[in-house]
C-alpha cells in the first residue's frame, strides 16, 4: 500500500541553523501539505501546496519558511533559521485533491532546536 | 476564531465496551469534517470524511455523526479493542480551497482488559 515517506525521522540542530525536512508524497498525489504538532500539543496546519504554488498557509509560516518541491518526488519545508519554539514533530502529508478528500500522513520528523 | 473543542479530554474503558466522543466546531467557511486517530508517535490515520450533506458515516466500528446546524460531530467506537487505544482527533477543513485542516486537541482513549 502507498504511503508518505519522511526523512530523517528525527533532526537534531543548534539555534539560527538551516533545517530542511524531507517527504516524499503518494505518488500519484497532486496536494501537498506540512503540519506541526509541538509536543502535548494539537496539531496546527503550516502549508498546502499544489501546481508549483502555495495554495493556503497559516499565519506561523511566516517568512522564515518555505516549501519546494524540487523534482517529481520530494516535498521539502525549510526553516532558515531555527528557533527553540520551531522544535515539535513536523508531519507532510498529501491527498488526490482537495475539499473532501484524504489527507494521508506521513510518520512525522521530530525537530530539536538546542 | 475557528476553533475545535472536543470532549472529554481523556477516556478509559473497559475492552468491549462502547464509547463515545463528541466534536464541537465554529469554523467558517466549513468544508468537512474529518476523524483521525493518532497512535503515540506516528502521524494521524483518517477515519471518516463528512461533507456539509452528510449526517453519518460508517468505517467499521467507528461510526461518526454531524449536525451541521448545531456544528456538533460524534464519533462512536462499537466492541472496542485493545488497539482501539489512542488519540481520537476531530478536524475541520476551513477555507475557501478547504485544504487548510483545523484540528482539535483531541480525546486519548485508553482501552483495558
Known amino acids: 500500500e502507498p504511503e508518505v515517506t519522511q526523512t530523517p525521522s528525527h533532526q537534531v540542530t543548534q539555534m539560527g541553523q538551516e533545517v530542511i525536512l524531507r517527504c516524499v508524497p503518494i505518488?500519484?498525489?497532486?496536494?501537498f501539505y506540512w503540519y506541526r504538532q509541538i509536543l502535548g500539543q494539537k496539531v496546527e496546519f503550516l502549508v498546502s501546496f499544489y501546481n508549483n504554488e502555495i495554495s493556503e498557509k497559516s499565519e506561523i509560516f511566516d517568512d522564515q519558511f518555505s516549501v519546494e518541491r524540487p523534482d517529481g518526488s520530494n516535498f521539502t519545508l525549510k526553516i532558515r533559521s531555527t528557533k527553540l519554539e520551531d522544535s515539535a514533530m513536523y508531519f507532510c502529508?498529501?491527498?488526490?485533491?482537495?475539499?473532501?478528500?484524504?489527507?494521508?500522513f506521513g510518520p512525522g520528523t521530530r525537530l530539536t532546536v538546542l | 476564531k475557528n476553533q475545535v473543542e472536543q470532549s472529554p479530554q481523556s477516556l478509559i474503558i473497559l475492552e468491549g465496551k462502547n464509547c463515545t466522543l463528541q466534536?464541537?466546531?465554529?469554523?467558517?467557511?466549513?468544508?468537512?469534517l474529518r476523524w483521525y486517530k493518532q497512535d503515540t508517535g506516528r502521524g494521524p490515520v483518517s477515519l471518516t470524511i463528512?461533507?456539509?450533506?452528510?449526517n453519518t458515516k460508517s468505517n467499521g466500528r467507528y461510526t461518526a455523526t454531524l449536525d451541521a446546524d448545531t456544528k456538533q460531530s460524534s464519533l462512536h467506537i462499537t466492541a472496542s479493542q485493545l488497539s482501539d487505544s489512542a488519540s481520537y482527533i476531530c478536524v475541520v477543513s476551513e477555507g475557501q480551497a478547504g485544504t487548510a485542516l483545523i484540528f482539535g486537541k483531541g480525546t486519548t482513549l485508553s482501552v483495558s482488559s
Open positions: 463528512m461533507t456539509f450533506s452528510e
Open positions: 502529508a498529501s491527498s488526490s485533491g482537495r475539499l473532501s478528500n484524504e489527507q494521508f
Open positions: 505518488s500519484n498525489h497532486l496536494y
Open positions: 466534536c464541537n466546531y465554529t469554523v467558517s467557511p466549513f468544508s468537512n
